[in-house]
């Protein structure tokens, strides 16, 4: 199937993000919606503020610059954001209720050959699908932060999901410039959260016991395993809250070691989340 339209909901962090993606390198035309004027507004001015540094870098001229905002469609109106789309991409917050009402909505409204894509990082593919009265036409793609800069998007197979949607999607992760994985199998955390949320979580056990300092950590993964940056570091960029999320997601679903080290749990109730709130394991009111 070709797509032309491309429908982002949720102009947050992911959602701004995949939305510059989809207009600047894949050139789709992209309806952005979120709730509120506010998210709509702070999600545009990241865009631009990012379309910027590409131009003020040669990577792209002004022109482009407008070309590529004059493909990117913000709306609070969801009908408006999907009826003629031909992918949806969900990005709204980790909150499995939510989403799968959005997606009950969104079937309503979207036109019947229109794919539902979620932006996911744990929760099961097929039990958002299970909210739609076209489970074969939803699946996971799992885009990475910031999806100006990562190149891996995770696509992830439902359980009802044909193989013409995920040709589809996979298809247009290629034109974005993405390299993809496929997930043949729905299960909680997917490939790299599987892998890297328990690694964060050991991070975490090793400071809170005592057993490191810190910057020792970091250093020891970034030099031992070459990592870009220590699994402290990283989990204040994903958030506390995110990596918590996920940690209680894979122990209820697969098993109890995955279980979350309390101090995490300590820095959620603290608003300790990272980034987001200025401080988690590095004070970032100053960066």
């Not at 020792?216 to 204040?236: E, F, Q, R, T, V």
């Not at 697969?254 to 608003?271: C, S, T, W, Y």
Request: glycine share 6%.
């Amino acid at each position: 199937m070709e797509v032309k339209k491309i429908a982002v909901l949720g102009a947050g962090l992911m959602g701004h993000g995949i939305t510059q993606v989809a207009a600047q390198i894949g050139k789709y035309e992209v309806y952005m919606r979120d709730v509120e004027q506010r998210f709509i507004d702070s999600g545009m001015n990241m865009i631009k503020a990012s379309l910027q540094k590409f131009v003020s870098k040669g990577q792209i001229t002004e022109q482009q610059m407008n070309e590529i905002l004059a493909r990117i469609h913000p709306t609070l109106n969801l009908k408006e954001a999907v009826q003629n789309a031909d992918l949806i991409i969900e990005a709204i917050p980790e909150n499995v209720e939510l989403k799968k009402a959005t997606f009950r909505e969104v079937d309503s409204y979207a036109p019947p050959h229109a794919i539902i894509a979620s932006n996911t990082s744990s929760i099961s593919i097929t039990e958002l699908a299970s909210a739609t009265k076209r489970p074969e036409k939803v699946c996971g793609m799992h885009f990475f932060n910031p999806p100006q800069l990562m190149k891996l998007v995770e696509v992830i197979r439902g359980a009802k999901t044909s193989d013409e949607t995920i040709q589809t999607v996979l298809d247009v992760a290629h034109k974005m410039e993405k390299e993809t994985v496929l997930v043949k199998k729905d299960c909680p955390g997917f490939i790299v959260n599987r892998i890297l949320i328990p690694a964060l979580n050991e991070a975490v056990a090793l400071y809170w016991e005592g057993v490191a300092e810190r910057d020792d950590i970091d250093k020891a993964i970034k030099l031992g395993l070459n990592w870009p940056m220590g699994p402290l570091m990283l989990l204040d960029y994903i958030g506390a809250d995110t990596t918590l999320f996920i940690a209680e997601v894979l122990e209820r679903e697969i098993d109890e070691k995955f279980h979350p080290h309390p101090g995490l749990k300590q820095m959620v109730r603290a608003n300790m989340l990272g980034r987001k709130t200025g401080k988690g394991f590095y004070d970032w009111t100053q960066k």
